[in-house]
């Protein structure tokens, strides 16, 4: 890894961003998902959820524990999460597969509820977070290291933040919103020189936005 640069160079001879190192549970996650731009409801309301889980700890545990995340929350289907109950609160409080931090579940199950009044306001969540990509003028010219490691925040994830919060969303802060737009796509922060930046251009390019 180059401290200047932020890039590493793969077990495959690929330069890719450094933060993955050589996990390779990791490397997939940054070159088959992460920066693709999404418009699954599904995908956007579990992303956002995990987010909040992985406050204060690393997204690789969070990573690590997904498929197990996928399983207790039922495929993060909103509609099936909203109907949890106090007694579903303590039977994930029990599942070791998982973070077991009762406000963070609370949250979850909170959200859920959020999550299908905002599809039934804006249509689905993705007409509603993709109306916040950022504009080619909000953007930095360069994205390189520097720049991932001055702005953790941007003006459209605090603007992101208050609108949900506003509805009644929890563990939604301007950082986790942030680390949710460069996860789903609504930005590109692959950095200058990694191998995915082009692609996922292209894919961006190509993305359909939900109407």
Same mark, same amino acid.
């Given at each position: 890894m180059s401290d200047a640069t932020g890039l590493m160079t793969g077990p495959d001879g690929a330069v890719r961003c450094a933060w993955p190192g050589n996990l390779p549970d990791y490397l997939a996650y940054h070159d088959n998902e992460w920066g693709r731009? @999404?418009?699954?409801d599904r995908r956007l309301f579990e992303k956002i959820c995990l987010e909040g889980?992985?406050?204060? +700890?690393?997204?690789l545990t969070i990573l690590r524990k997904r498929e197990n995340f996928r399983e207790a929350f039922d495929g993060f289907d909103f509609d099936r999460v909203a109907r949890f109950t106090e007694a579903d609160v303590e039977r994930l409080l029990t599942n070791a597969g998982i973070i077991r931090h009762r406000?963070? /579940?609370v949250s979850t199950i909170n959200n859920a509820k959020r999550a299908?009044? +905002?599809a039934d306001e804006a249509g689905s969540l993705a007409a509603f977070f993709w109306r916040f990509e950022p504009t080619a003028e909000e953007r930095p010219a360069v994205v390189d290291l520097a720049? /991932?490691?001055?702005n953790p925040t941007t003006a459209v994830s605090v603007r992101i933040s208050k609108e949900l919060k506003k509805r009644g969303w929890?563990? @939604?802060g301007p950082t986790t919103v942030y680390a949710f737009m460069q996860a789903?796509? +609504? @930005?590109?922060d692959h950095l200058e020189g990694c191998t995915c930046r082009a692609r996922i251009e292209a894919e961006r390019k190509a993305f359909k936005r939900p109407a």
């Open positions: 731009p @999404v418009a699954d889980f992985q406050s204060g +700890l690393s997204w406000g963070k /579940i299908r009044e +905002l720049h /991932i490691r001055a929890s563990f @939604v789903m796509g +609504l @930005v590109n």
